[in-house]
């Protein structure tokens, strides 16, 4: 057996994480993919798949090497899909915060997957910090400022920001009157991912950048319960406007301190750059940059 032949056996098996169903969805005899992946094994001297009655996955060498397999195959199949004149195809995995993909990549998917029928879009939701080339990701959709110099970073769009809070809280606590008079208020905690402190007010006043910490009965780590928790009453939010907007229209929120509005949230699309990027990477990032150019955030 060769060892591309070798490759994408080892590779059906890491993502079906079962040596059966690697089996019927490449057309071989079970016995075949088993021998495979052993001899791969033998050859490159490392125990690539943890096997138990209960479970099949990668040790930490073979997801080393799945990575790698999965970007030599996809290497081919774009070099070979290229001279034969094919659209880009094969898997394509992203990372996204959920509320953003769906309301600005979700409504346009039919229209993505008319256009590139072959292309196998993975999506994953996360609020934490991805690391795109250890965790075998191609993109990653992310709101906030970007530290990772070793990711090229495309940005996308600006979201405009809002202070918010329901009318339960302010029947409680009463309406705030300036970001520097808030003494008596309080605020639902969020935790960030990226420093894990939990994140303070912050409001653009004259230009200027100011901050403030208020007492939090709750702190979350997610923006849906984020979300959740500022509907109930239990403390003044930040977050992007443009979620809100339906809320602000049937009352269940209400936009406070608009005079001193937070600064605008960046969002980028951050992957490998350089030789990583495959075709089918290239016409997703395309798409996904026309998506939000014709969003209305």
Known sequence: MDRLEAMRIFARVVERTS????ARDLHLPASKVTEAVKQLEARLGVRLIERTTRVVRPTPDGEAYHRRCLLILGEIE???GSLRGAKPSGPVRVDVQGGLARAV???SLPAFFAEYPEIELTISETDRF???LREGIDCVLRAGEVKDGDLVARRLALLPEVTCCSPAYIAR???PQSWDALEGHCMIGFRSSASGGVLPLEFMV?????TVMLPSALTVDSAESYSAAVLLGLGLVQSPRYPKE???ARGTLLPVLEDTPPSPT???LLYAGGRLLSPRVRVFIDWVTQCFNAANL
């Open 246 to 248: 339906e809320a602000f």
């Open 19 to 22: 040596f059966s169903a690697a």
């Open 130 to 132: 991805v690391d795109p």
């Open 206 to 210: 004259g230009g200027e950048k100011k």
């Open 105 to 107: 990549l979700f409504p």
């Open 266 to 268: 960046p969002v980028s």
């Open 78 to 80: 774009d070099a070979e």
């Open 173 to 175: 606590y009463g309406m």
